[in-house]
């Protein structure tokens, strides 16, 4: 571990910090657990898709707010790739395009999917705390809230590798969008992590980073918590309210 004087932290010693923050992944959440071991049901499968389709079409939005509050143009001709990325362009549908695919592939119709109504009231507030926040904070801030895509490709190989077995009636089609996001995610994390690293010198800015990190983080898992009580302790907002 990096020194716990006030020094600040060599350039290694403060990207080791930022990628032990592995362990609180999402992917270590029982939702995801549950997951990646086949014991969900159709429905809590749905119930996951239907969920994170709202933080994917938020990302753009966040990604907007970065580059409207970002004045160097190099920055922002590598990052508004990400917006691309997600919102399609000629040759290439998107992940937004991706992701409702993969709806329709573990048997939702796409109006079930872009109405947004099955998006949970915890998974809503999260992603939009995380939108708001790039909207009002700096944008080294912002930026490099999303280095949690440094632990992404390993969350999305582990669907690749079993939900072909464990979902077997989950459609092929509907894997594009994780084969899509192993190559984006990386290069993504390569220009993230030099704007950080660049960019947060002193201890203090160091640690401020790690809280950065760990906001990205918490609304990751407070989405998974929220599903999960929804879906595997069947009980959703509201449940003790008798119609």
């Known amino acids: 571990m990096p020194q716990t004087d006030n020094q600040a932290w060599t ?3 403060f990207e080791a910090t930022l990628r032990g923050m592995e362990k609180y992944y999402h992917i270590h959440h029982p939702y995801h657990v549950l997951m990646n071991e086949g014991k969900l049901t159709k429905a809590q499968l749905q119930g996951w898709v239907a969920n994170r389709f709202y933080y994917q079409v938020s990302i753009p ?3 907007a707010n970065i ?3 970002c004045p160097d143009r190099e920055t922002r001709a590598l990052w508004i790739q990400r917006i691309l990325d997600h919102d399609g362009h000629p ?4 992940g937004i395009e991706a992701w409702i695919q993969l709806g329709i592939a573990v048997g939702l119709s796409r109006e079930e999917i872009t109405s947004l109504k099955h998006v949970l009231p915890g998974v809503r507030f999260a992603v939009d705390a995380y939108v708001n926040f790039a909207r009002r904070a700096d944008w080294h801030e912002a930026a490099s809230s999303s280095l949690t895509e440094l632990f992404a490709p390993k969350i999305h190989q582990q669907r690749l590798d079993n ?3 464990h979902y077997p009636w989950v459609e092929i089609e509907g894997y594009n969008y994780f084969r899509k996001r192993l190559t984006e995610a990386r290069r993504d994390v390569e220009h993230g992590l030099a704007i950080t690293l660049d960019w947060y010198k ?3 800015q160091q640690e401020r ?3 950065i990190l760990q906001f990205k983080l918490d609304v990751l898992w407070t989405m998974a918590d929220a599903m999960y009580m929804a879906y595997i302790n069947d009980m959703p907002p509201y449940f003790t ?3």
Do not use: F, S, Y
């Open 163 to 165: 939900w072909p077995e």
């Open 11 to 13: 350039r290694e010693a």
């Open 61 to 63: 939005l966040k990604d």
């Open 209 to 211: 980073m790690v809280q």
């Open 202 to 204: 002193t201890r203090e």
């Open 67 to 69: 580059l409207a509050n």
């Open 241 to 243: 309210i008798k119609a």
């Open 91 to 94: 040759g290439d549908v998107g």
